[in-house]
């Protein structure tokens, strides 16, 4: 069974750093791509970054850029994202999501629970 | 960046009628060297993450209720629902995977029961 399990919820003042964890079981981690998508309170859906499955590629969205860093550990299973400066709109639930394939031109088909991250003073 | 536009925002259907949820690109997700539009639907439950329903516009994942439909190309898709039960009260995204990520979403639309 395919399983995505988030940590590293927090609650940070504005400014400060915070890394996320997604543990990966029951699938070849190293084989797809993955990817973070966050949720503020209320609001939609907004991808935040993705890496490909051999850790090479990655992007971020915009309002990201500069400050959070995507990485994958795939001797542990285990996709990360460090984020630094943050800032009240960076508050959300952030999701680990699989890609179905090895690259980003593709659907999310599995989605860890979520974590939250609170900024606030 | 492709922006999707849903729309409705949120409609009440009566259950076991009909839900039609739109979906428009900026441009065109259909890739012509294999004939695919990239576009996928989700469900998103309250309380609970996104769980993908359709991809490739009209092709239902494993385990979806053949209730669900996509159809659509080129810039113009529609989720329907034939006949809402209702457990099938949540907000639906679409999602576009053509263009170079980041790879966006529409801005959901909510189904309630009438």
């Known amino acids: 069974e395919v399983q995505l399990v988030e940590s590293g919820e927090g609650l940070v003042q504005p400014g400060g750093s915070l890394r996320l964890s997604c543990a990966a079981s029951g699938f070849t981690f190293s084989n797809y791509a993955m990817h973070w998508v966050r949720q503020a309170p209320g609001k939609g859906l907004q991808s935040v970054s993705g890496i490909s499955y051999d850790g090479v590629s990655t992007y971020y969205a915009d309002s990201v850029k500069g400050r959070f860093t995507i990485s994958r550990d795939n001797s542990k299973n285990t996709l990360y994202l460090q984020m630094g400066s943050l800032r009240a709109e960076d508050m959300a639930v952030y999701y680990c999501?699989?890609?179905?394939?090895?690259?980003?031109?593709?659907?999310?088909?599995?989605w860890g629970q979520g974590t939250l991250v609170t900024v606030s003073s | 960046d492709i922006v999707m536009t849903q729309s409705p925002d949120s409609l009440a259907v009566s259950l076991g009628e009909r839900a039609t949820i739109n979906c428009k690109s900026s441009?065109?997700?259909?890739?012509?060297?294999?004939?695919?539009?990239?576009l996928a639907w989700y469900q998103q439950k309250p309380g609970q993450p996104p769980k993908l329903l359709i991809y490739w516009a009209s092709t239902r994942e494993s385990g979806v209720p053949d209730r669900f439909s996509g159809s659509g190309s080129g810039t113009d898709f529609t989720l329907t629902i034939s006949s809402l039960q209702a457990e099938d009260v949540a907000v639906y995204y679409c999602?576009?995977?053509?263009?170079?990520?980041?790879?966006?979403f529409g801005g959901g639309t909510k189904v309630e029961i009438k």
């Open positions: 441009q065109s997700v259909l890739y012509s060297s294999n004939n695919n539009n990239y």
């Open positions: 999501a699989r890609g179905t394939g090895s690259y980003y031109k593709s659907p999310f088909d599995y």
């Open positions: 999602q576009q995977y053509y263009s170079n990520p980041p790879l966006t």
